[in-house]
């Protein structure tokens, strides 16, 4: 089989990854709303691991990393779905097109708070 464009591909691959690791429900993120959280190494393995929820960049930041590294099993552990639908709107344009793409695309009330 030939393929013309293998940066599609590409792209659509980048794409799979976020999508496997989607929980079934955003009610399955029951993670914290307070309080310092350490992320393991295979989510966070350099820079800052400890992110303090009472601090809004701090929070932000830990959001974005889990988004981005984290399993299914990572996302349910650490993220908060009322606090991820309060930082949607800004942590959607951190978060990257494709995360945003395919987080928005499982979970349409998510665009829904962007356009509000």
């Known amino acids: 089989m030939t393929v013309s464009n293998p940066g599609l591909d590409d792209a659509v691959l980048y794409r799979l990854k976020f ?3 989607l929980p079934p429900s955003l009610s399955a993120l029951t993670g914290p709303v307070h309080g310092v959280i350490e992320l393991p190494l295979h989510v966070a ?3 800052l ?3 303090d929820l009472d601090q809004p960049r701090q929070r932000m930041g830990l959001y974005r990393t889990v988004l981005a590294e ?3 099993e990572d ?3 650490f993220l908060n779905a009322e606090l991820l639908a309060s930082l949607w709107p800004v942590l ?3 978060a990257g097109p494709s995360v945003r ?3 928005e695309q499982a979970f349409p009330q998510l665009r829904e708070l962007a356009a509000a």
Request: proline share 0%.
């Open 45 to 47: 393995w350099s820079g």
């Open 75 to 77: 996302l349910c552990r």
């Open 101 to 103: 793409g395919v987080w």
């Open 49 to 51: 691991r400890a992110f």
């Open 19 to 21: 999508a496997r690791r």
């Open 70 to 72: 984290g399993t299914r």
């Open 92 to 94: 959607r344009t951190l």
